[in-house]
């Protein structure tokens, strides 16, 4: 067995893992590790401007391209400033491993530290441990290898999320010897079984049985890699598709059956027709609050059939009449097999008919471009601008959910944002992390003023580091969301959202060696995009829009999804 110290122990591990980057900042906690980076080839080391966007960016890193993203940090700080890009990860089910400092767990002279508040110590596992899958504190050099090898497996199998590591300081420079191994050990971690055939041949007759079925698909579509299989399924029933905020892009929008997102701020043909369904086919996706709008009143008339991997989501927020607990993708062909020997062709046509009736009457103001500086408009051009493959990332408020209806999605991975958590300066660092991921596409940001001002300090970090993406500021001077919500349910009742006009993002970007163009016409816009989309380094377009620009459709909390012709 080879003999080294836990911080060559760890990035042999993380090499390995076919870790070829990390996110991070270092600290007083963390130096053996990054002075055991100086010398490696293998991995490069993105230096972040704050901890929260390390993570941010291991996520898009992740979400992008279906691998593990790795951030680390120092102790204390460094790691509480972890946890919200932990939570965020945590949420949106990311394969994210976190890698902390921490103080040693002995002084020089063998006395216990941990627990006395040393210098910047933290809890960090105490923290964590209800945003994570599992976290970690190896007490030897010898303990590293397998733990790094259970997290990857905890992280990435199952429902994905993130693992933390916590690093105490003396186990990075002790010198042991160490084994190197690929198996996981791992108790009480049990993985899904198979799909069972009773229940996929008893979904399987609903399905066949159905007149209005309609498939609801969300983020677990994606992480499972079973786009294709909806597609195919969708084509087997003629069953419209409509698709939870996270689980954009997994059926391309321009299909004809697309039905686009359902919830507070969905595709008014969603919301509509999910209500007509008499068959409800759900697959990977929890049912949230912002899908269902009021879980009491939810597709209240129809047979609904549930896939997912995590048992915890399975008739939480909604009662289904059927549930298969097990992979998506692999669920999907079972039942795609097992619908295609019951099912009676030709059966169908009127369904369609509805369908294509809705989408025409219920959504001729998602069609219907204006010329005008408005988002519909600036969207629908960026669209036509970048490439299918072109990555979207969003930041939260009215800026994302503008996204959610004008900018078609047209593959999975393609459109990453902030679902479970709603974290306000995630688009930005994850689109440096979804560049450096895939490196040969064009990443575009799309932002409101006040999210991305909180983790504007990244543009340092993509000139720096050479990583070029597109930022799209829909520049209002208000905090959008929040002013539409005061406008809307408050009276006009404005308090705490005015930002003004600080700061000049054109001279922010300056300021940090990156490209700033403000813009004031669609035309001008057009040009901008195709500028950064040359560029070889970061672009802030800084586009004003009317600060009272409202996002439309809009279901109030606890309304409930339309469910007659005349709720629109």
Not at 220 to 226: E, R
Not at 525 to 552: L, R
Request: aromatic share 6%; proline share 5%; charged share 20%.
């Amino acid at each position: 067995m080879p003999k080294m110290s836990g911080a060559q122990a760890l990035l042999e591990s993380l090499e390995r893992q076919n870790v070829d980057t990390i996110f991070g900042i270092l600290g007083g906690a963390i130096l053996p590790v990054y002075d055991a980076l100086y010398n490696n080839k293998k991995i490069r080391h993105i230096l972040a401007r704050h901890e929260q966007c390390a993570a941010h960016e291991a996520e898009g890193y992740a979400k992008a391209s279906g691998r593990v993203g790795v951030c680390m940090a120092t102790s204390g700080p460094g790691a509480t400033n972890l946890v919200t890009g932990i939570a965020n990860a945590y949420l949106d089910s990311s394969p994210v491993i976190a890698l902390t400092g921490q103080i040693p767990t002995c002084g020089i002279n063998s006395s216990y530290m941990i627990g006395r508040d040393a210098f910047q110590e933290a809890d960090i596992l105490g923290i964590t441990t209800a945003i994570t899958k599992h976290n970690y504190q190896p007490r030897t050099v010898s303990e590293i290898p397998q733990m790094v090898t259970n997290a990857f497996h905890i992280a990435t199998t199952g429902r994905p999320g993130p693992v933390l590591i916590d690093l105490p300081k003396n186990v990075q420079t002790n010198i042991d010897h160490v084994e190197f191994t690929d198996k996981h050990n791992i108790r009480s971690y049990r993985l899904p079984q198979t799909p069972k055939p009773a229940q996929v041949n008893q979904a399987a007759e609903l399905l066949a049985k159905a007149e209005r079925p309609i498939l609801l698909i969300g983020g677990g579509v994606i992480l499972a890699g079973a786009s294709d299989e909806i597609i195919k399924m969708s084509d087997l029933l003629m069953a419209p598709v409509a698709t939870t905020f996270m689980g954009k892009g997994a059926f391309p929008e321009n299909h004809p059956l697309s039905l686009g997102s359902v919830g507070m701020h969905g595709n008014p043909a969603a919301n509509r027709l999910i209500s007509e369904a008499d068959v409800l086919l759900a697959v990977g996706t929890r049912f949230s609050d912002r899908a269902t709008t009021n879980l009491d009143t939810f597709a209240k008339d129809a047979k609904k059939i549930q896939i997912d991997i995590d048992a915890a989501e399975i008739n939480k927020n909604i009662e289904v009449d059927l549930a298969i607990i097990a992979d998506a993708k692999v669920s999907l062909n079972m039942l795609f097999t097992a619908t295609s020997e019951k099912l009676k062709k030709g059966e169908g046509k009127v369904w369609i008919k509805r369908v294509k009736e809705a989408k025409e009457q219920l959504s001729p103001l998602l069609k219907e471009i204006p010329r005008d500086m408005v988002p519909k408009a600036l969207l629908s051009e960026l669209r036509k601008l970048l490439p299918q493959n072109g990555i979207i990332t969003t930041e939260v408020g009215q800026n994302q959910m503008w996204s959610a209806l004008y900018m078609q999605a047209l593959q999975p991975r393609t459109f990453i944002s902030s679902g479970g958590l709603g974290t306000m300066g995630f688009g930005f660092p994850a689109a440096i992390g979804a560049k450096v991921a895939c490196q040969d596409r064009i990443v575009v940001d799309i932002a409101g003023d006040g999210s991305f001002i909180m983790s504007e300090q990244e543009l340092a970090c993509s000139v720096m580091e050479d990583i070029p993406v597109i930022v799209v500021v829909l520049n209002n001077g208000v905090l959008g969301m929040v002013a539409q919500w005061q406008r809307t349910l408050y009276d006009r009742r404005y308090n705490a959202i005015n930002l003004g006009k600080t700061p000049d993002f054109v001279k922010l970007a300056e300021a940090y060696g990156a490209q700033g163009i403000r813009v004031d016409s669609i035309d001008k816009f057009k040009n901008a995009v195709k500028t950064a989309m040359n560029s070889k380094v970061t672009t802030v377009i800084d586009v004003p829009i009317g600060s009272e620009t409202d996002v439309v459709p809009f279901v109030p909390p606890g309304y409930g999804l339309p469910q007659q012709r005349g709720d629109y």
